[in-house]
Structure formats: structure tokens, C-alpha cells
């Protein structure tokens, strides 16, 4: 766990100065804790920031704060002319101490750069990376820090499995934390003389300033597919939202995937002034002066093997992580790895050492069992990728377990049954979220896309169609569980229902070896 931070009153003051706020309060506290903007999180001594967001207005909670023993109230307004006026409110925290309201006009906007500010730039002493992208995020991101870990150089992860050295995670509410904790957890991670930082980076997190690319040393581009749309509402304004990731100069190096058809747009009009490393696993990747390829790819059964060939030379490359997305994956990485200058013989004994990250293409077997493997996958172009790499380790039939999320956009869900029946031997439809919206809804959306409804088995409660797979699968095929990967939950309605299919899956196998290696369970 990261140390606790604290701040003195001469340091609050040069912050206060950088932002046009008042230099001589009195009655300070001489010692500053953390800065805050949920009172949920808030522990004695530490700086509520009232934000005034899209939801909820921290204004509303500033009296909540002081009872949990705020030192200082930094509070959003919405006129100028307020700016820097400071208040002193009538109830005391529960030390006895006078609590300070200070004004700050458009303090969302700004709180990115205040929590820097604040926690004196830790960022500064580390590399930090930031990857975006449809899929791939988690996967890479930790496949950079279990590499450089590898090198020696301690390196932390911030994203949707959480936040740490990749074996010792702490949960996140968000892939890319808000900029308060973001810069909390950077001044924790410094303390800790971590090296560098491997972040994943949300569309949202752009699009709302939580991240920027003035953060980040590298900006890993992996791929851009339908999701989100919800939110972003057309494909155009998804993928400006992730442009947003490049400085677009000589402050950063860029690493993208060559093969992605938004990535190869943007090369055609690529600044100058920003190195770009381009990769993939066609030969059209060496036409860049800068390049990182996999060719002469070998799958097997414990992996991959292929000839890494880059603008540096040539190395052989052997990786225990199966299908080719991983290998786009690894070659993202070890663009990283080269940025920061690791040869390519130490790059690739550090690949010989990864292992499967957690809710990505983890496989489970049993002798005389079908294999399974159980993923993250929830876009159609995601899906389509692990019923692929299903595909290049299968023997047998290839089946999949999947549903969509209730609530999200519906324009998804025909096109992952599509992708589904297009990939996969047999489909089995099931529950994955369905939040406020009915499952069986859900479940006849995505019949749509399929152009064999009738042969597809539809079973909504999640247990009992991991269980109908697990059961209907003979000794050679394999199972994709897709779409709850990581995640320890399911969410009905407003709630969030314990349930982890990694941990489900892996019960069952563990029943199948200990119970009866012969396989006669049912």
C-alpha cells in the first residue's frame, strides 16, 4: 500500500500562489493529508475538493466533510469574481480546529493540474505509459510491467484490474482513476521508487480531462472498434477521443498498431515532430523508419513462437500467451521496452517469464475434459479475436458462453451474436450485466444477429449455462467463457451480485482432477 501523504503549510502556500489564491490564511493546520473529492474517502486531516461534476455537486456535501475531519475546503464556483475568497465555516471539524472555505472558479476543470500541483509533480521521477484502445488495454499494460519487472526496473499498473505492482493490485472504481487519486496514487508509487507506470486510458478519461497527453513519456495505441457508442454516440467522435492520447511532439514517443485501420489514417498526416514506433505482423510494417514485427509465426499448444524483427535488429521470441491479439499485444510492449532502451536479448528471456494475466485468456483443463478458457471479451471485435485464438489451440468443436450488458449500447449486441456464430462451433447465450434491462431482452437482441437463431441455446442464468457448457463439451473441444473475464461480480438491476467465473470455472476443474482424474463427472 502506498505511504500516506502529507503536505506542509509553506508548500500548500507556493500551490496556493501558482493559482492566483490567497497566500495569508490564518488558522492553518501546519500539516496537510491527502486531497479528496468524494467524502466517502475522506480521512482526518485531508483536503476536500467540492467539485461541482455532471451528477452531484460537492458543494452539497461540504458539511459532511468538515464531520469527517476535513483541514481545508477547496469549493467550485461558478463566477470569476469569487475566485480566492475564503470563508470560515461556522461548525468546527472534531478537533475543535476552524475549517477554511477557499473559492475556486472552475475547479473541475482544473483539479488535474491543482492535484499535481499539489503533490509536487511526482510524476516527474518516473516514465509514465499510457495505453488506449478498444482491447487490449489490461493485457498490454501488465505485459509492460511483468516485462520490466523482469529487467529489474520496479513498475506499477493503474487500470481495470487495479492499482500496484502487477502482484499486489488494490481495487479501482475506474480503469483510469479521477485526478485527485490519480495523483495520489503517482505520489504513492514515488515514495515507493517505482520506475514507471503502465496506465490504461479511457476514452472518458480523455474526453473528460481525467488524462492527458502531457502526462505521458509514451502513448501505446492499440485498436479502435465499435464500443462506447452510448457514450461517444459515432465512431468519428470515438476515435478523436482517443487521438487525444499524443502530444503530437517531441515531449512523447508514440507506439501504435500499423495494422489498425484508424492508425493507418492517421500516418498519413503523422507529425514530425512526434516519434512514432509502428507495429504489427504484416511485412507493410517495415516501410516505417521505426518498426516492431512478428513474422514467421509458429502457435502450439503452450503458446507462440515467431521471428521479432524491428528497426534494431532480429531476435527469436518464444511466448507462453496463446492467439495472435496477445501477439499484438507483446509487440506493443516491447516497443516500450525499446523506448526506454532494454536490448532485444534481455526483451526476449523476459518474455519466456510472463504468464497469462488475470480474466485474459486464462485456460483451465482436466484430463478427458474439454479445455476452457475464460476471458474479458465484450466488444464483437474482441470476441472475434479469442474465438480465433480459440481456434489455432482447438482439436475439437470450438463452443462460447457470452452475453451483453443491460443498459449499454444495443447496436453491440447483434453483431457479438454475429461474431460469435461466425467464430465459434456452438452458442451459448446468457446474462452479462443486464442491470435495469430484462435478460431475456437482451438475449433476443442478440438472436438477431444470428442466422441460425434456432440452433442456438439460450440459458440466462450464468452458473447454470457455464455448467450446460462445461456438461454438452466432449474431451477435445474447447469453451470460451466471454465477457466477465476479471471481474468477481454481476450486476441486476442496482446491484452488484458476487460472482467470479474464473473462480467458478476453476472449482469445477479442480473437482474433475481431484474427484475423478478419469473425467466421470457430470
Known amino acids: 500500500m502506498p505511504r500516506a501523504f502529507s503536505l506542509s503549510q509553506t508548500k500548500l502556500i507556493n500551490v496556493f500562489s501558482a493559482f492566483n489564491l490567497p497566500t495569508d490564511l490564518a488558522e492553518l493546520p501546519n500539516v496537510f493529508g491527502d486531497l479528496v473529492n468524494d467524502t466517502r474517502k475522506l480521512k482526518n486531516g485531508d483536503v476536500f475538493c467540492a467539485v461541482i461534476g455532471h451528477q452531484q455537486n460537492g458543494n452539497d456535501y461540504i458539511l459532511q466533510a468538515v464531520e469527517s475531519g476535513t483541514s481545508l ?5 461558478e463566477c470569476i469574481e469569487q475566485h480566492g475568497e475564503v470563508h470560515y465555516l461556522a461548525k468546527r471539524s472534531p478537533n475543535g480546529q476552524k ?6 472558479f472552475q475547479l473541475n476543470k482544473q483539479l488535474y493540474s491543482f492535484a499535481k500541483s499539489y503533490y509536487q509533480n511526482p510524476q516527474s521521477n518516473m516514465t509514465i505509459i499510457g495505453i488506449t484502445g478498444t482491447n487490449g488495454k489490461t493485457s498490454t499494460s501488465q505485459i509492460i ?14 487500470g481495470t484490474n487495479g492499482a500496484g505492482q502487477v502482484d499486489a493490485l488494490q481495487p479501482l472504481e475506474n480503469t483510469t482513476p479521477a485526478a485527485t487519486q490519480l495523483h495520489q496514487l503517482f505520489a504513492g508509487f514515488d515514495a515507493e521508487h517505482i520506475e514507471n507506470i503502465a496506465m490504461e486510458i479511457s476514452s472518458h478519461a480523455l474526453e473528460q480531462g481525467r488524462a492527458n497527453a502531457e502526462l505521458l513519456d509514451i502513448a501505446v495505441f492499440t485498436n479502435l472498434s465499435r464500443d462506447h457508442l452510448d457514450y461517444h454516440k459515432t465512431m468519428a467522435n470515438y476515435a478523436k ?27 498519413n498526416n503523422w507529425p514530425s515532430e512526434q516519434t512514432v514506433i509502428v507495429y504489427g505482423r504484416t511485412k507493410s510494417i517495415t516501410q516505417y523508419s521505426a518498426f516492431v514485427r512478428a513474422c514467421d509465426i509458429k502457435h502450439h499448444s503452450k503458446g507462440v513462437e515467431f521471428i521479432l524483427d524491428t528497426h534494431l535488429g532480429k531476435q527469436v521470441i518464444s511466448s507462453p500467451l496463446i492467439g495472435d491479439f496477445n501477439i499484438d499485444n507483446l509487440l506493443a510492449a516491447i516497443s516500450v521496452l525499446l523506448v526506454q532502451k532494454i536490448s532485444l536479448i534481455y526483451i526476449a528471456q523476459a518474455v519466456k517469464s510472463l504468464t497469462p494475466t488475470l480474466g485474459r485468456m486464462e485456460i483451465f483443463s482436466a484430463e478427458n475434459r474439454a479445455t476452457a478458457i ?20 482447438c482439436e475439437g468443436e470450438l463452443w462460447v458462453v457470452f452475453g451483453c450488458g443491460g443498459d449499454r449500447d444495443k447496436g453491440k449486441r447483434p453483431l ?36 441460425n437463431p434456432d440452433e442456438v441455446t439460450v440459458v440466462l442464468d ?51 482432477n481431484n474427484q475423478n482424474p478419469a473425467g466421470a463427472i457430470s
Request: net charge negative; glycine share 4%; hydrophobic share 45%.
Open 145 to 158: 510491467a511483468k516485462l520490466f519487472d523482469h529487467c529489474q526496473q520496479k513498475t506499477a499498473v493503474i
Open 73 to 77: 475546503i477547496i469549493a467550485e464556483c
Open 241 to 267: 477521443a482517443k487521438y487525444q492520447i499524443f502530444s503530437l511532439n517531441d515531449k512523447q514517443v508514440a507506439i501504435v498498431n500499423g495494422e489498425d485501420q484508424q492508425v493507418k489514417t492517421w500516418l
Open 462 to 512: 450464468r452458473e447454470l449455462a457455464v455448467v450446460a457448457g462445461l456438461t454438452k463439451a466432449k474431451a477435445n473441444d474447447m469453451i470460451l467463457f466471454a465477457g466477465k473475464g476479471h471481474e468477481d461480480y454481476i450486476i441486476i438491476g442496482d446491484e452488484k451480485i458476487n460472482y467470479n467465473e474464473r473462480r467458478f470455472v476453476n472449482s469445477i476443474y479442480q473437482l474433475y
Open 374 to 393: 475464460v476471458d474479458y471479451a465484450h466488444t464483437p471485435d474482441a470476441l472475434t479475436n479469442a474465438l480465433a485464438a480459440c481456434r489455432q489451440h
Open 416 to 451: 457479438m451474436a454475429k461474431a460469435a456464430e461466425l467464430g465459434a462451433d456452438h452458442l451459448i447465450i446468457t446474462s452479462d450485466n443486464p442491470r435495469n434491462e430484462q435478460a431475456e431482452d437482451i438475449a433476443n437482441d442478440m438472436l438477431i444477429g444470428c442466422a
Open 99 to 104: 475549517v477554511a472555505q477557499i473559492y475556486f
